[in-house]
């Protein structure tokens, strides 16, 4: 028999899951995530693009090897060698995903703060109210699944511009809030 709480039990505990990557990208990596949140506010369209390439890329890279995986003999030893690729890149995307989350969050939420009046609206709180936007908003069926997949791809896409940029060019200048 199905309870009528189990559905609310998962979406409870993926907000928490969700709020809790949050804030520790925000309370333990947080030159980092300012470093993420920098690579928003410079160029959003680069990131975009590169969070557009990454996620392109590993569906193409899991796609080119689950075919690989189908068409060897099953006598061939590296055959088991390629379902654990891909979990490495599906793994690698996901660990990308939640780097990002903690800027895109702190971000998210100081926006939703500011434009409720909160003059300086601390990292945590914008981490909490945004998870709570971002589970709200994906529910929505069509609109929210494409606000998801763009706020994903725009997290991945920050972590990858950061990884990727030249040594000459500095990250950020200091680390600071994103509503100075």
Do not use: C, H, K
Not at 48 to 62: C, F, K, N, S
């Amino acid at each position: 028999m199905n309870n009528p709480l189990d559905g609310a039990l998962g979406v409870l505990f993926l907000y928490l899951a969700l709020a809790g990557v949050g804030l520790v990208d925000v309370a333990l990596f947080r030159s980092l995530t300012a470093d993420y949140l920098m690579q928003f506010q410079r160029n959003e369209r680069g990131v975009l693009a590169r969070g557009v390439l990454t996620v392109l890329g590993a569906v193409l890279l899991v796609v080119l090897l689950n075919a690989v995986a189908q068409n060897s003999p099953p006598d061939v030893p590296a055959r088991g060698v390629i379902p654990l690729l891909v979990a490495l890149v599906l793994l690698l995307l996901a660990l990308a995903l939640l780097l990002g989350y903690g800027a895109l969050a702190w971000r998210l939420g100081e926006r939703v703060l500011i434009s409720f009046g909160v003059a300086a609206p601390n990292p945590g709180w914008s981490v909490l109210v945004a998870t709570l936007l971002v589970l709200s908003v994906v529910w929505i069926p069509v609109f929210g699944w494409a606000l998801g997949l763009y706020w994903a791809v725009i997290a991945i896409g920050a972590v990858m511009q950061r990884l990727t940029s030249s040594p000459e060019e500095p990250m950020v200048g200091t680390p600071r809030e994103p509503s100075e």
